[in-house]
């Protein structure tokens, strides 16, 4: 099936280790997106990246980390930085840059135990 | 940067009954998408809707962009509608996300 998967679905981690997210499409789309939501609230933008090997910052990029060396994969790893990281991770993608259809993956429950 | 405002933040309805939910927005954008939170977490496209009106199943949408304005119709709900409905605008290449809609159906 075609779509976007991101493993592990929950993930309990103790503060002061870094975890890495994985975000996985085979929709050959260009562009990946790491998005953070908090309880109640609406998604905030953590990074995203238009093309392979490039990636820019969004609105809370602070204590977060991400690569993307091939087209299918951006991984998202939260660093002992982020003060705050429990939350709903949600990875996105699309066909170019903008004016497109953005589709989501089931989301990543991390907890900081 | 650009502001996204959606109302009612709560909604309960009764099976049957129809609805509206508002979409406001703060500047001009190129593109507009509805997308419903289920709860388990998963976020389905509604609709991609920039301008115009759109029409699937029970479900409609029209968005003016002159008035930065987006509505999403529900009509004859359905328990299976519960969730978290939001909007989402984008101006260059960010998608920026409103607080959404809890809608609850009951039975």
């Known amino acids: 099936d075609g779509g976007i998967t991101q493993s592990p679905k929950y993930l309990f981690r103790k503060e002061g280790q870094n975890v890495t997210l994985s975000c996985e499409q085979n929709?050959?789309?260009?562009?990946m997106y790491w998005y953070r939501q908090d309880p109640g609230q609406g998604l905030r933008l953590i990074y995203y990246s238009q093309i392979v090997n490039d990636f820019q910052k969004g609105d809370i990029a602070e204590g977060y980390s991400v690569s993307r060396e091939k087209k299918e994969s951006f991984p998202l790893t939260v660093t002992s930085a982020q003060k705050n990281p429990t939350a709903f991770y949600l990875c996105?993608?699309?066909?170019?840059?903008?004016?497109?259809?953005?589709?989501f993956g089931e989301g990543s429950w991390l907890t900081v135990v | 940067g650009i502001q996204v405002e959606q109302s009612p933040p709560d909604l309960i309805l009764q099976e049957g009954a129809n609805s509206t939910l508002r979409c406001n927005f703060s500047?001009?954008?190129?593109?507009l998408q509805w997308f419903h939170q289920n709860p388990w977490g998963q976020l389905i496209n509604l609709f991609y809707i920039p301008s115009g009106t759109k029409q699937n199943g029970r479900l409609s949408a029209t968005t003016v962009a002159t008035e930065r304005y987006s509505l999403l119709y529900i009509s004859s709900s359905q328990t299976t509608d519960s969730g978290v409905y939001f909007c989402?605008?984008?101006?260059?290449?960010?998608?920026?996300f409103g607080a959404g809609t809890i809608l609850r159906v009951k039975s």
């Open positions: 996105a993608s699309r066909q170019g840059r903008s004016g497109n259809t953005i589709y």
């Open positions: 929709l050959n789309h260009d562009a």
């Open positions: 989402a605008v984008e101006r260059g290449n960010k998608l920026v």
């Open positions: 500047d001009s954008v190129n593109n």
